[in-house]
Structure formats: C-alpha cells, structure tokens
C-alpha cells in the first residue's frame, strides 16, 4: 500500500490515535494520545486504519526482554544511525545499550510496516532468525504500522518523535562546505583561511561555506580565539562576507592537557574528572588531552555564551560540532550524566541554523545535519560506503543527514580520480561538503569538479525545499529505494538512493567507466534531458567524472 502525505496540497489536517496498553504487558490500562497526520491511500482499495490500529506483535521470552521474529521475507532496518552492519540485517549483531551519543538507537522499521521504538539503554541483538530486546519500557513491541517501510517509519516518528518544524538554514543545501583542515594543516592562522578563499575565488570556484579548523581558538574551555594566530577576526569575517563565504568555526570539547590553558580550565571546574577528582586526560592524534565537562549545565551556559560573543562580536555565521575523539572521555560516566552531556552539545547549535554535527549525538528529530562519517581507510572502501550511513540515518529518525568522506577535514588523498569521484558522491548529498584544495587539480579532474559544483548549484532550491517539508513530515531527505518504491525488489540496494522523492542519484563509487542503474516504473529523465521508462534497467557511462541523477517527472 503506496502512501502520499498530503503535503503538495497544502493539507494539513491531523487525526487522533489512541493506544490501548493492554494489563498482562503492563500490569495496568493506560491510555495514550498522540496526534500524527492525516495520509492519503493511493490504491483505493485498500484504507489506512492499519496505520491507526497498532496491533502488538509481541513474544515474551523473560522479565526485561521481548523478542520480534520477522514474518516470512520481512526485512528490518534500523538501530545504527552511525554507522554500523550493512541493513536489511542478515548478519547476527549484538548492541549492549542504545546510548545517548554512541551512533546506536533504540529504533527498527521493517518493510512489512512494522516497528518497534525502545527507550534510551535498550539493549537490541539479532541472531540472524530473531530480534531480542532488552531493558525498561519494553510492553509495546512490534507496532504494525501499515504494509511499507515508508508506512512504518512516518507512523514510528509521528509517534515518537515528531518533527520540530526547525529547517537547517539553506546555504548548507545551496553552498559548498569546504573543509579547509586538509589544506591549511595543524598550524593553520587568519591569513591562511583568507588565502584559501582567495584561490578559491580566483580559481573560478563558486564562493561557500569556509570551515575553520579546531585550533583557532585558546582552550581554556570558553571559546576565544587566540590571537597569536587570529589578530583581527573581525576583519577576517569582513573579507570572506566580502569575497561571498560564510564562515563556520570548528567546535570540539576537547583542550590540550598541558600549559597556562588548561590550568585555567581546571581551576575553574571546567574539565571532566576521574574518580579522585583530576581531570580525566587521554591521548589522541591530537596529543595529550582533556574533555570540556558538558554535564554541567553551569559549564554548557558559559560555554555557549562563547560562542554567542563570537556570533555577535566578529559575525562568525556558525559552527562545526565535532566530538572527535572525546568517546573515551564520557564512555565512563553514567548513563544520565553521559545523556546530559550529549543534550548540553546538541543544544550549542541553538545558537544558529548554520550549524554541522560530525556525528550523531542526540536521538531521533534531531533539527540538525549531521554527517556520516566513512571509517575505511582505503580511501575507495570508504567512497563504497558513503552511502550507507546517510540511508541508515535516514531510517534512524534524523532527517538531514549527508555524507562526509574527508573526517574533520584532514583525511586527503592525492590520487586525482578518487578526489573527483568523493566530490560526485558529496554534490548527490543534501550538504555538498568539499574537503581537498580543488584548485590542486588539472585538466579533466578540474573541469569534472567545477561541473560537479555547477550541477549541484541546479538542485539547491529543490533540495531546501524538501528539507522544508522534510521539518514538517519527518521524513529523510536521503531516502532507500525501497522506502520510496515499496515492493518493487529494492530492499538490498546499496548503490542508488532517493534524493527527496523525485532525484535518483547513482554515483560511481569505483574507477569502472561505466555502472548499471535500476529505474523503478514512471518516467525518468536524466541531466542532459534522455527519457528512461521504467521499470529498466539501464547502463550508463560514467566515465567522464560528471554529477549524474535522473529525475521522475511529476514526482511520486
């Protein structure tokens, strides 16, 4: 049963549903209202009560647990929103507990239309027949929600996490992001940010969002920039709004464990401690290092009231959230103060739209983009994933995901056909982020990237339109096939995706100069104006580095 939300026509009416917990899963009978919207049945004959009329699905196997067995060619998504096995799951896995900031969820949707939402802590595995779920809250089980995955996901989000009508600001969907880390390195200074967005410019590259990489600032636990490095950032801003960039600062709560700094944030209660009091510290790539103690709301305040002098003071238009390698430095804190925590840093990009989270660290609704990070280090492995963590997020409840291939900026390459083929799948995304000196190409290499931004420019009121509606709907702009083409054999597709529900993008993610793409039934038309009907199969040339979708004429 194909769904429409009554979005295209301006309708937003909504209904009641009432959940009826039963006394033998509760030892009570409660009643829960919660309003989702109204949906459309395409295919008349069939209704959309199933949606309304939750049957649990439920098996009890011991106090604390439940199990979900999949029905017959059931296939379930879910669970790692960072990353994680390939979905639909085949392979057994085991999640200990669905923590605030670990990329877990407590989340699966299958495209039968069921789901089951957990509270945060559930522990889930899968034994490659069977779902155990472990942990409090456990008496709903499996919802049946309708007969799709698509079904399946809205009722689960309107459910359990509505949408919060924010919208990330647009120049995310409309402007390059360009990490600068990879080119400026660890000793990067005011003049080499203006000279990067100088050769950019010069270059014939459209201007963007420049990001400044961590290091600017002093580390002593309130954001400021170091002067020594950045004399006149007011100035600096002034000439990159000039030039056509914005500017984003990159945010971690990490310091350096030594020198006049990090005395004065442990003197001032500013850092995370161990059991005997001393600042907890670790060792990085970045060095020796302390963690900026975020469970503290009185530390959470003075640290965003930084970051809110830097907005108003020098007209720095946002930030870079990056938690780095601060994982160990939380993993030993409880649960609550290690939620705590994550909410404190989610709440920093209240400050402003123009904001990046470089992972997942909130759960689902989260009203920011949040990148998915290949962890490969073979750098074609890596463009062979990049999908599959954007898609899992999607099906996790974060509705504006993309993909990152560069990590904070600092992961290059120099070969040049792998550099291309990175920016494709990048310019497919919701937020085209550009994180190697593309002036450092040549010839075709530099043509293809220029192309590439060129194309992307196209697609950007399209695509912050749906994420428009996406802050209304729940649903991701990165989408599954089988999410928007139910029932058509695209569960086990991992190389194409929906951008929004009229742009099928299928990028090369190997140096082959050609690839086959599956175009479901409609009409599909492709960047230089060629039909397709589908359903078909059709192979295409990809070997000349060009940012290649087709789009469905009249959308779906």
């Known amino acids: 049963m194909d769904i429409e939300i009554l979005r295209q026509r301006q309708v937003y009416s909504s209904a009641t549903l009432v959940i009826c917990r039963s006394k033998t899963l509760t030892g009570m009978r409660t009643k829960v209202t919660v309003n989702v919207p109204v949906c459309r049945v395409v295919m008349r004959k069939f209704i959309f009560a199933a949606a309304f009329c939750l049957a649990f699905v439920v098996t009890r196997a011991q106090e604390g647990s439940l199990v979900i067995e999949p029905e017959r060619g059931e296939r379930w998504w879910g669970v790692y929103a960072g990353g994680g096995p390939s979905m639909p799951f085949a392979a057994p896995f085991a999640v200990d507990a669905t923590v605030a900031g670990s990329g877990l969820v407590p989340i699966l949707v299958s495209d039968d239309g069921r789901y089951f939402q957990g509270a945060p802590g559930t522990g889930i595995s899968f034994d490659g027949r069977k779902f155990t779920l472990r942990g409090d809250s456990l008496c709903k089980g499996a919802v049946k929600a309708g007969k799709t995955l698509r079904e399946a996901y809205i009722v689960c989000a309107h459910t359990n996490f509505p949408p919060s009508d924010k919208v990330p600001a647009a120049e995310l969907f409309s402007m390059p992001v360009y990490l600068t880390a990879g080119e400026l390195g660890a000793g990067h200074t005011q003049e080499g940010v203006l000279d990067y967005a100088r050769r950019i410019v010069a270059g014939g590259f459209p201007a963007g969002i420049v990001v400044i990489p961590a290091g600017w600032d002093t580390s002593d636990g309130i954001p400021a920039f170091d002067q020594r490095y950045y004399p006149d950032p007011g100035a600096m801003c002034r000439e990159l709004h000039g030039l056509g960039f914005r500017v984003m600062l990159t945010v971690t709560p990490l310091i350096g464990a ?4 990090y005395r004065r944030a442990a003197d001032g209660n500013m850092l995370i401690c161990s059991n005997d009091g001393a600042p907890f510290t670790g060792v990085s790539d970045e060095g020796c290092q302390a963690c900026i103690d975020l469970v503290s709301n009185r530390v959470a305040v003075a640290v965003k009231q930084g970051l809110e002098s830097l907005y108003n003071d020098y007209g720095i238009d946002g930030f870079r959230f990056d938690l780095g390698d601060c994982l160990p430095f939380i993993s030993h804190l409880g649960d609550e103060s290690r939620t705590a925590f994550m909410q404190n840093w989610a709440g920093l990009g209240d400050l402003s739209g123009l ?15 949040c990148e998915s990070q290949t962890v490969s280090e073979d750098g074609w492995k890596a463009l062979g994933e990049a999908m599959d963590g954007p898609v899992a997020m999607g099906l996790c409840g974060y509705a504006y995901p993309t993909a990152n291939l560069y990590g904070s900026g600092n992961k290059t390459s120099s070969d040049a056909a792998l550099m291309v083929r990175s920016l494709l799948v990048s310019a497919s995304m919701p937020v085209c982020i550009v994180g190697f000196a593309p002036w450092r190409l040549a010839g075709n290499d530099l043509k293809s990237v220029k192309d590439a931004l060129a194309q992307r420019a196209r697609l950007a009121e399209y695509i912050t339109e749906t994420a428009r509606e996406s802050s209304k709907t729940a649903e991701p702009l990165v989408r599954h096939m089988e999410y928007q083409f139910p029932r058509n054999g695209f569960a086990d597709c991992r ?19 050609t690839r086959t793409v599956r175009l479901p039934r409609g009409t599909w038309i492709d960047r230089n104006g060629k039909r397709y009907k589908g359903p078909v199969v059709a192979r295409i040339d990809v070997s000349g580095g060009r940012l290649q979708w087709f789009e469905l004429t009249g959308g779906k």
């Open 258 to 261: 030594s020198g006049r700094s």
């Open 355 to 369: 904001c990046l989270y470089s992972s997942v660290v909130a759960m689902p609704s989260f009203p920011y983009v």
């Open 495 to 513: 190389d194409q995706f929906m951008l929004g529900p009229r742009y099928l993008f299928a990028p090369a993610v190997d140096s082959s100069a």
